[in-house]
């Protein structure tokens, strides 16, 4: 082990060097931008070049030096087998319910042994499944290769029960090639509706008639193309005639960056809806007739705009209910009558609370179900009847962290809910009303751990650097001593109104069967604390999102739970800004970190994937006061020269539609060769992976291996030191 080691660390140097000779030279005719009369010096810019020989070279050199420094660690092995047997011994793995109004069930389901999840069908919740389609069966025609593997990422059945709508997609990207199943005789029925983006922009609409559905389609899905992702559009699919493809008419200009999304939501309903989606959970919608859908001659009419602050709502005949934070930070739920809307002056139905968030809400026969959330980690479930304004708190089958609710509509008094925590993982009940009785509706047994009934879970407030108190969520287990000398994980993400909500997150559960405490920091720029917690971690405000995970480290480390030596971060994604902007203000603060796909470099934010759309959270370097916020929230940029950073894991994946892998490059790049000569920073790059939403099970296990192996490493436990 000693000689593979010193391999290792040989490697490391030479690889280093003669990155850091690379890097100079380029250096030597780097980019320098100039805004608002600021010179923003940007030497690694020759890694956005992604298609660029140098570029690709670099980030095969770092792949390789990450591979040995986890090959060169025993606790590697360890760790990985420890995920695969566990894995092996978890229950079936269930995704994508949909149930339907005749109470059939459709979802997806992946055994511990599978590496893709099939699609099954049962008539009931107590009846036998059927297989109905298996996506290893699927070529798609525009496949250059034969042994592509696809997977199903969406699932929607006509109103009919006769068809299905079935999403396909490759190597972990997000746009979806859209086929149609005949449910009766499980064969594929058309022909393919290409670069739909299904998952998170509303879905698939069955038109009324069966024969056909709408999706939003994105003309150009390739990354290279500076048009990627950009104009797109409605378009119906027939089923029954040869120009299948048809563009739905929109008469109001749409920004290049923006999608227009539509709902029906009840096959009753008389009107559709479109909505011009982008990272905002706020949008301008409009309106129309069904019948009238493809008319040319008839404008959409608009129905409520972005200032109405509408983040969820429901269509039943004329009755629009809806969840907004319009002078209600926290929401409120009202109503209005589509045949004459009054979004100024609705019936009020709940009310805002003033310390719980109304998170979710769905609507029965019975009356109005709604989600109350204290500080995104405390959830309660209430009722109201729809002639009286009393909640009534319903009593749970267990305490739970996050609350999902639905239903088949106002004509139906059935009610579903999800609930997890901290140390559980998801579990559904169907809740009866007259005879206040939860029945479990788990289409697979729940995994469960012994370990984790020995855990203690508290839940308290820290003030920050401006007093305001930020939710603190620390997980450990009952016998630890607060020493001072736990190694202690803590996650943080705050952006985009998204509640870091209770979950089993695979981090915590293996990081806490190692012995360590668990912690995520609720910070400004999420929504545990509704519209204005967005809001304060938002744009010019976001140096509140990382202050906030400053003032709750240093109160951990002050309270003995641990100690800046022991102590590890990680974040993903919008959450690389909070944790990136940490370590460059406090690098003394933290031993270690791991950024996940993270965005490192706002002031190039907006020219990479989905860029243009994202400008409406961080801003745009267009506009002056918006730019310095930029700049301020920007981690490359604040890399200083021979600083000790805490030791770093990064990780990109090539075909990412959502953050572009020059970020976390750019990053590793500047503070490798810019930092302090003893910074170890490992930079790993799936050239085939994308955001991560639809890894396989294989890889997923193994990046989770490398994350703990490494994090364990760095915050010094004797299992995972090279020997």
Same mark, same amino acid.
């Given at each position: 082990?000693?000689?593979?080691?010193?391999?290792?660390?040989?490697?490391?140097?030479?690889?280093?060097?003669?990155?850091?000779?690379?890097?100079?030279?380029?250096?030597?005719?780097?980019?320098?931008?100039?805004?608002?009369?600021?010179?923003?010096?940007?030497?690694?810019?020759?890694?956005?070049?992604?298609?660029?020989?140098?570029?690709?070279?670099?980030?095969?050199?770092?792949?390789?030096?990450?591979?040995?420094?986890?090959?060169?660690?025993?606790?590697?092995?360890?760790?990985?087998?420890?995920?695969?047997?566990?894995?092996?011994?978890?229950?079936?793995?269930?995704?994508?319910?949909?149930?339907?109004?005749?109470?059939?069930?459709?979802?997806?389901?992946?055994?511990?042994?599978?590496?893709?999840?099939?699609?099954?069908?049962?008539?009931?919740?107590?009846?036998?499944?059927?297989?109905?389609?298996?996506?290893?069966?699927?070529?798609?025609?525009?496949?250059?290769?034969?042994?592509?593997?696809?997977?199903?990422?969406?699932?929607?059945?006509?109103?009919?029960?006769?068809?299905?709508?079935?999403?396909?997609?490759?190597?972990?990207?997000?746009?979806?090639?859209?086929?149609?199943? &005949?449910?009766?005789? !499980? $064969? +594929?029925?058309?022909?393919?509706?290409?670069?739909?983006?299904?998952?998170? /922009?509303? @879905?698939? *609409?069955?038109?009324?008639?069966?024969?056909?559905?709408?999706?939003?389609?994105?003309?150009?899905?390739?990354?290279?193309?500076?048009?990627?992702?950009?104009?797109?559009?409605?378009?119906?699919?027939?089923?029954?005639?040869?120009?299948?493809?048809?563009?739905?008419?929109?008469?109001?200009?749409?920004?290049?960056?923006?999608?227009?999304?539509?709902?029906?939501?009840?096959?009753?309903?008389?009107?559709?809806?479109?909505?011009?989606?982008?990272?905002?959970?706020?949008? &301008?919608?409009?309106? !129309? $007739? +069904?019948?009238?859908?493809?008319?040319?001659?008839?404008?959409?009419?608009? /129905?409520? @705009?972005? *200032?109405?602050?509408?983040?969820?709502?429901?269509?039943?005949?004329?009755?629009?209910?809806?969840?907004?934070?319009?002078?209600?930070?926290?929401?409120?739920?009202?109503?209005?009558?589509?045949?004459?809307?009054?979004?100024?002056?609705?019936?009020?139905?709940?009310?805002?609370?003033?310390?719980?968030?109304?998170?979710?809400?769905?609507?029965?026969?019975?009356?109005?179900?709604?989600?109350?959330?204290?500080?995104?980690?405390?959830?309660?479930?209430?009722?109201?009847?729809?002639?009286?304004?009393?909640?009534?708190?319903?009593?749970?089958?267990?305490?739970?962290?996050?609350?999902?609710?639905?239903?088949?509509?106002?004509?139906?008094?059935?009610?579903?809910?999800?609930?997890?925590?901290?140390?559980?993982?998801?579990?559904?009940?169907?809740?009866?009303?007259?005879?206040?009785?939860?029945?479990?509706?788990?289409?697979?047994?729940?995994?469960?751990?012994?370990?984790?009934?020995?855990?203690?879970?508290?839940?308290?407030?820290?003030?920050?650097?401006?007093?305001?108190?930020?939710?603190?969520?620390?997980?450990?287990?009952?016998?630890?001593?607060?020493?001072?000398?736990?190694?202690?994980?803590?996650?943080?993400?705050?952006?985009?109104?998204?509640?870091?909500?209770?979950?089993?997150?695979?981090?915590?559960?293996?990081?806490?069967?190692?012995?360590?405490?668990?912690?995520?920091?609720?910070?400004?720029?999420?929504?545990?604390?509704?519209?204005?917690?967005?809001?304060?971690?938002?744009?010019?405000?976001?140096?509140?999102?990382?202050?906030?995970?400053?003032?709750?480290?240093?109160?951990?480390?002050?309270?003995?739970?641990?100690?800046?030596?022991?102590?590890?971060?990680?974040?993903?994604?919008?959450?690389?800004?909070?944790?990136?902007?940490?370590?460059?203000?406090?690098?003394?603060?933290?031993?270690?970190?791991?950024?996940?796909?993270?965005?490192?470099?706002?002031?190039?934010?907006?020219?990479?994937?989905?860029?243009?759309?994202?400008?409406?959270?961080?801003?745009?370097?267009?506009?002056?006061?918006?730019?310095?916020?930029?700049?301020?929230?920007?981690?490359?940029?604040?890399?200083?020269?021979?600083?000790?950073?805490?030791?770093?894991?990064?990780?990109?994946?090539?075909?990412?539609?959502?953050?572009?892998?020059?970020?976390?490059?750019?990053?590793?790049?500047?503070?490798?060769?810019?930092?302090?000569?003893?910074?170890?920073?490992?930079?790993?790059?799936?050239?085939?992976?994308?955001?991560?939403?639809?890894?396989?099970?294989?890889?997923?296990?193994?990046?989770?291996?490398?994350?703990?192996?490494?994090?364990?490493?760095?915050?010094?436990?004797?299992?995972?030191?090279?020997?």
């Amino acid at each position: 082990m000693k000689t593979k080691l010193g391999l290792l660390i040989l490697l490391i140097l030479t690889t280093q060097c003669k990155q850091t000779e690379k890097a100079n030279t380029l250096k030597m005719s780097q980019v320098v931008d100039t805004y608002f009369g600021e010179k923003i010096e940007d030497p690694y810019r020759w890694l956005e070049n992604l298609e660029d020989s140098t570029t690709i070279s670099w980030l095969k050199d770092q792949k390789k030096v990450a591979d040995l420094a986890f090959a060169a660690n025993p606790g590697f092995d360890t760790i990985f087998n420890a995920i695969k047997s566990h894995k092996k011994k978890e229950q079936s793995f269930i995704s994508k319910i949909k149930i339907t109004d005749q109470d059939q069930y459709f979802y997806l389901k992946r055994l511990p042994i599978e590496k893709i999840a099939k699609l099954y069908k049962r008539n009931t919740f107590s009846d036998v499944e059927e297989l109905l389609y298996d996506p290893a069966a699927y070529q798609s025609s525009s496949s250059s290769s034969s042994s592509q593997s696809y997977v199903i990422n969406y699932i929607q059945p006509s109103w009919d029960l006769k068809k299905l709508v079935i999403g396909l997609t490759k190597n972990d990207e997000e746009y979806s090639e859209l086929v149609v199943l &005949d449910i009766a005789s !499980k $064969k +594929i029925i058309s022909g393919v509706a290409k670069n739909a983006l299904p998952n998170s /922009l509303g @879905g698939i *609409e069955w038109l009324p008639d069966n024969n056909g559905f709408i999706y939003t389609h994105t003309p150009v899905i390739d990354p290279k193309n500076e048009n990627y992702g950009l104009n797109r559009k409605i378009k119906t699919y027939r089923l029954n005639k040869k120009s299948k493809d048809q563009e739905v008419f929109f008469s109001e200009k749409i920004n290049s960056g923006d999608s227009p999304i539509t709902y029906f939501t009840n096959k009753n309903n008389p009107f559709v809806l479109l909505a011009i989606a982008n990272v905002s959970s706020y949008r &301008d919608t409009y309106y !129309k $007739k +069904i019948e009238n859908l493809s008319d040319e001659k008839l404008s959409w009419k608009k /129905l409520y @705009g972005k *200032e109405d602050k509408i983040r969820q709502f429901f269509l039943f005949g004329n009755d629009f209910y809806y969840r907004t934070s319009k002078d209600a930070s926290n929401f409120k739920i009202c109503k209005t009558d589509l045949s004459s809307p009054d979004f100024n002056n609705p019936e009020v139905l709940v009310d805002e609370t003033k310390d719980m968030v109304i998170s979710d809400f769905a609507v029965t026969s019975d009356g109005i179900y709604v989600v109350k959330t204290k500080n995104g980690v405390e959830a309660k479930l209430y009722f109201q009847g729809h002639t009286d304004k009393e909640n009534r708190e319903i009593v749970l089958p267990r305490a739970s962290g996050h609350i999902n609710i639905s239903s088949k509509g106002k004509e139906y008094a059935a009610i579903w809910m999800t609930i997890e925590g901290w140390t559980n993982y998801k579990e559904t009940y169907l809740f009866d009303l007259n005879k206040n009785e939860f029945t479990s509706r788990n289409l697979a047994p729940i995994t469960k751990y012994d370990f984790l009934d020995d855990v203690i879970v508290e839940e308290i407030e820290v003030p920050s650097h401006d007093g305001v108190m930020v939710p603190l969520s620390i997980i450990y287990k009952k016998r630890t001593q607060l020493n001072g000398q736990n190694r202690m994980l803590i996650n943080a993400y705050g952006a985009y109104k998204w509640s870091n909500s209770p979950y089993l997150y695979d981090y915590l559960l293996y990081w806490l069967q190692e012995g360590g405490i668990y912690v995520t920091a609720h910070v400004r720029g999420g929504g545990e604390k509704g519209n204005d917690w967005h809001l304060g971690g938002y744009k010019t405000t976001k140096p509140n999102s990382w202050k906030d995970l400053i003032a709750c480290t240093e109160f951990l480390i002050d309270k003995k739970y641990t100690t800046n030596n022991k102590t590890a971060l990680w974040g993903a994604s919008a959450g690389g800004v909070t944790i990136g902007r940490a370590i460059t203000e406090r690098p003394d603060l933290f031993k270690t970190a791991f950024i996940r796909a993270g965005i490192l470099n706002t002031l190039r934010r907006e020219f990479g994937p989905n860029g243009k759309s994202n400008t409406k959270e961080y801003g745009t370097v267009k506009d002056s006061i918006e730019f310095m916020g930029l700049l301020a929230m920007d981690a490359y940029h604040h890399i200083k020269n021979e600083v000790q950073y805490p030791s770093l894991y990064l990780t990109a994946g090539m075909k990412d539609s959502r953050v572009s892998p020059s970020q976390p490059a750019k990053f590793a790049a500047k503070i490798v060769n810019e930092g302090h000569a003893d910074n170890l920073i490992l930079f790993d790059t799936d050239f085939e992976g994308g955001h991560g939403f639809e890894t396989a099970p294989d890889k997923r296990e193994k990046e989770l291996a490398k994350v703990m192996t490494f994090l364990l490493w760095q915050t010094g436990h004797p299992d995972y030191q090279p020997e």
